[in-house]
C-alpha cells in the first residue's frame, strides 16, 4: 500500500524556524509531484508549494522567500523548511503527492494516484 507519512510539526515561536517532512513509501514506479498544503482552523486547504520530478517549484505568495520545498528523488521524500514563522502560519500541513504505482505482478501495469498525508500541526505563537 502506498502511502505518505509526515513528521515534523510543533509549536515554535514567530521568527523561528521548523522543517516539515514526508515520505512516500510502498510500490512506487514514479512521482509526478510532491507538495505542501496547509488548513487553519476555519478557513479552506490551501496550497503552500509544490515540486515536480525536474525540480521546478511553486509557492503561494505568503510564504515566497521563507520557506523552501525540496525533494530527494531517489528516496522519495520531500521537506519543507520553513524559516522566519509567522503567528498566520499556524495551521495543520499536509503532504501531497501525484504518482504511479507498480501494481503486482508487473504486467498488471501501474496505477495513478493521489496521496495525502495525515497531517501534521504547526503552531506558531506571537
Known amino acids: 500500500q502506498v502511502q505518505l507519512v509526515e513528521a515534523g510539526g510543533g509549536l515554535v515561536q514567530a521568527g523561528e524556524s521548523l522543517t516539515l517532512s514526508c515520505a512516500a513509501s510502498?510500490?512506487?514506479?514514479?512521482?509526478?509531484?510532491m507538495g505542501w498544503y496547509r488548513q487553519a482552523p476555519g478557513r479552506q486547504r490551501e496550497l503552500v508549494a509544490t515540486i515536480n520530478t525536474g525540480g521546478m517549484t511553486n509557492y503561494t505568495d505568503s510564504v515566497k522567500g521563507r520557506f523552501t520545498i525540496s525533494r530527494d528523488n531517489a528516496k522519495n521524500t520531500s521537506s519543507l523548511q520553513m524559516n522566519s514563522l509567522r503567528p498566520e502560519d499556524t495551521a495543520v500541513y499536509y503532504c501531497?503527492?501525484?504518482?504511479?504505482?507498480?501494481?503486482?505482478?508487473?504486467?498488471?501495469?501501474?496505477?495513478?494516484?493521489?496521496?495525502w498525508g495525515q497531517g501534521t500541526l504547526v503552531t506558531v505563537s506571537s
Open positions: 510502498g510500490n512506487i514506479f514514479n512521482i509526478f509531484t
Open positions: 501531497h503527492s501525484e504518482l504511479l504505482e507498480a501494481l503486482v505482478p508487473i504486467t498488471q501495469g501501474y496505477r495513478y494516484l493521489e496521496l
